[in-house]
Structures are given as C-alpha cells and as structure tokens.
C-alpha cells in the first residue's frame, strides 16, 4: 500500500501493516521525532472513523493519505475528548448513586461493571501526561490521586460484596463523583495551559 503523509509518499515499515492499529503505531513512530501526531486517514481517498472501519478495508486499499498536526495540538484535543468521557462517567455515577438504592442487585453491578470498564480506560491516558508534565507532577499525580482513586475503589467493591446498597451508594456520592470532578478540572486546566501556548506559538 502507498503510503502518504501529509501530502509526501513515505516509505516505512508501517505501509506494510495487516492491521489499522498496527500502521497507527508505525506512523506514530516516524511522525513523533518530528512533534507532530495523526490527525485523520483516507484509504483510497475514504475518511476513517472508526477502528473497525479501517480493518475491514485495510487489506483491498491501495493507498492511506495521513494528514498530521503538532504534537501539542493533537494532545489538547486528546485531553478535551478525556474531559469530555470524564464528565459522561461523572453522570453514569450520580444516576447511579439513586439507583443502587432501588434497582436489582444484579443490575447494579453490571452498570458498575460498565463505569469500572470506562474509568480503566481513563486511567490508562495518564502515561500521555508525561508529554506536558514534569516526571515529578506526574509522580506525584500517581501517588496522591491515584492512591486515593483505589482506595476508593476498594471501599466501593466491598460495599458491593456485603451487598451493603446504602454504603456503596455513599462511597460513589461523597468519595467517587468529587474525585471526577476534581481530576476533570485538573485536566481542564492543562487543556487551557495547551490552548494558550498553541495560540501563542501561531
């Protein structure tokens, strides 16, 4: 498959890929030296959307057009859309905390099983913080915050073990939804910080 990135042919292992995940990475690895990131991809001509999308048409397309913006922008935008999931959790937990007094056992733990499963994906963007923060903020935001976040999570699964509704219910009101919001705002101040330093460097 040709390979084209930001208008220029390139020639890298990643054209060569069998899989969208695969060739991501690949230009990731050539676009990064050079501080900048993905910002869309055409097959043939065609957007991609989706993951799914790309690895169903990966293998009959001929060439993959990728158009890249600064690494910084592209985090801004990753970090807004983190906010954004953060704030959809947030709701997932407060309608939660009403239902977990009055709903079927068995289904509040399959909408738990829901968040957890959402908020491990969250969890797992805190490594990209290492490009806008010191090692120590980032020590330090693995230590104080997160700490805290499985504490909370302990204290949640075993609510939810002694099938104890009432607690559980507390432990996301007081502990849980509090924590979200101040990671979200902590996240949102980066997204500002970002914005400002992008605005500038035009």
Not at 16 to 44: H, Y
Not at 94 to 119: G, M
């Amino acid at each position: 498959m040709k390979l084209i990135i930001d208008s220029t042919p390139v020639e890298i292992p990643a054209a060569e890929s069998q899989s969208f995940r695969e060739l991501c990475a690949g230009v990731m690895n050539w676009l990064l030296p050079r501080k900048r990131s993905i910002a869309t991809c055409k097959f043939d001509g065609h957007v991609i959307h989706s993951v799914e999308e790309a690895d169903s048409i990966l293998s009959s397309s001929r060439t993959c057009e990728i158009e890249s913006v600064p690494f910084d922008i592209a985090l801004q935008s990753a970090l807004a859309l983190q906010c954004n999931y953060l704030g959809e959790i947030e709701q997932q937990c407060d309608k939660l905390v009403t239902e977990s007094l009055l709903a079927d056992p068995q289904d509040i733990v399959k909408l738990w099983r829901e968040i957890c499963e959402n908020l491990k994906q969250q969890i797992s963007f805190i490594p990209q913080l290492g490009n806008i923060l010191s090692e120590s903020q980032v020590d330090h935001l693995i230590t104080s915050r997160m700490e805290d976040f499985n504490e909370i999570m302990k204290s949640a699964a075993a609510a939810l073990s002694t099938a104890d509704v009432v607690q559980f219910s507390d432990v996301l009101e007081l502990r849980l939804v509090p924590w979200l919001q101040q990671y979200r705002e902590f996240l949102l101040q980066h997204v500002d910080d970002l914005g400002r330093a992008n605005k500038n460097a035009v």
